[in-house]
């Protein structure tokens, strides 16, 4: 009972991606991306603790590592032909995320601090920070304070009105923490394989979400759109050192994003609560599923070592 527990959370990110595109594309960006990041967060934290659960369960199924835990019984798991590829595969699984992460967590930690010195030698208009640079960019880049670095390339890629348009949308990522919401999709995607499409749909909500909020502030949809598209033609050949969870204007299926900053705002259908309500209930059943796996786990473990009846 308590290995089948550990499998749900394993297998429910799988519907996490499909279920993630109908909602960004049935609610309000800003609402998408809260529901997507939240519960990618609590589907990747439940499927750690079930790999968790399943990689201790193998090890202690070893001689040598029963001893260190004291077991004056076996171990109540399935027959060793199913727990012991099943802990080996967990195993290989947690290591390969582990060394992926590490190596995001140094790789875009390098870049985060290239590009903060990079802003910090050069003057600031407010918030607003230009690099001389024949490489068209322009991103928000979180930290204290926030900065909006913009290259000169990209300057002499738009005119006026298009620039204090593109300047909205960074604005927006910065004022809205969209960062932080990147990096929890960074974080979850190493967790589990099937949470990295739903990674590319939460960029896509946040970049959506800073179009939004431009155009209110800008008060022209199309002037937007036209910043954005003419932006990414710009630096489409581009090569960027930002760090990944620094948002840009020109990220994403930037065609997609023109098209609903161009078209005119729908009602939102009342199916989108119905399909954030799935994805909420396979967030919880998976958290609840690995509570309770790891409980049984940690109850399993006690009757081992004679400490609790069976």
């Known amino acids: 009972m308590t290995t089948v527990l550990l499998l749900i ?16 594309d ?9 529901t ?19 990689v201790l369960t193998g090890l202690l199924k ?6 260190l835990g004291e077991l004056v019984r076996p171990l109540r798991t399935p027959s060793g032909s199913l727990i012991l590829p099943a802990s080996a595969i967990a195993t290989g699984l947690v290591l390969v995320g582990a060394w992926t992460l590490v190596r995001s967590v ?23 920070c230009v690099v001389d640079s024949p490489e068209p960019d322009a991103y928000a880049l979180p930290g204290r304070p926030h900065r909006i670095v913009v290259t000169t390339a990209m ?55 800073a179009d939004e909020a431009a155009a209110t502030a800008v008060g022209d949809r199309r002037l937007l759109a036209r910043a954005i598209a003419r932006a990414a033609l710009a630096g489409q050949s581009a090569r960027s050192s930002r760090p990944d969870f620094a948002p840009a204007a020109t990220t994403g299926p930037v065609p997609q994003r023109v098209a609903a900053l ?38 399993d473990i006690e009757v081992a070592q004679g400490e609790a009846p069976r």
Not at 26 to 34: E, I, M, N
Not at 36 to 54: I, K, T
Not at 62 to 67: E, G, I, Q, T, V
């Open 9 to 24: 959370p394993l297998l429910l990110p799988l519907a996490a991606p499909p279920l993630a595109r109908r909602i960004l």
């Open 26 to 34: 049935r609610s309000a960006p800003a609402t998408a991306l809260w």
């Open 36 to 54: 997507l990041a939240v519960a990618v967060l609590v589907l990747a934290g439940a499927c750690v603790a079930a790999l968790g659960s399943l």
């Open 62 to 67: 070893l001689p040598a590592f029963a001893a």
């Open 106 to 128: 140094l790789r875009q930690t390098r870049a985060f601090r290239t590009a903060r010195a990079e802003a910090g030698r050069r003057p600031a208009a407010g918030d607003l």
């Open 155 to 209: 300057l002499r890629s738009l005119g006026p009105d298009e620039r204090e348009a593109l300047f909205a949308h960074e604005r927006a990522h910065n004022a809205a923490g969209h960062h932080y919401f990147l990096a929890a999709a960074e974080l979850a995607a190493h967790c589990h394989p099937a949470l990295r499409p739903a990674r590319a749909v939460i960029r896509l909500a946040a970049e959506r979400a």
């Open 262 to 299: 161009l078209a005119t705002p729908a009602p939102r259908p009342r199916a989108m609560c119905a399909i954030a309500l799935l994805l909420a209930a396979c967030a919880a059943l998976s958290a609840t599923a690995a509570a309770a796996g790891t409980v049984a786990f940690h109850h």
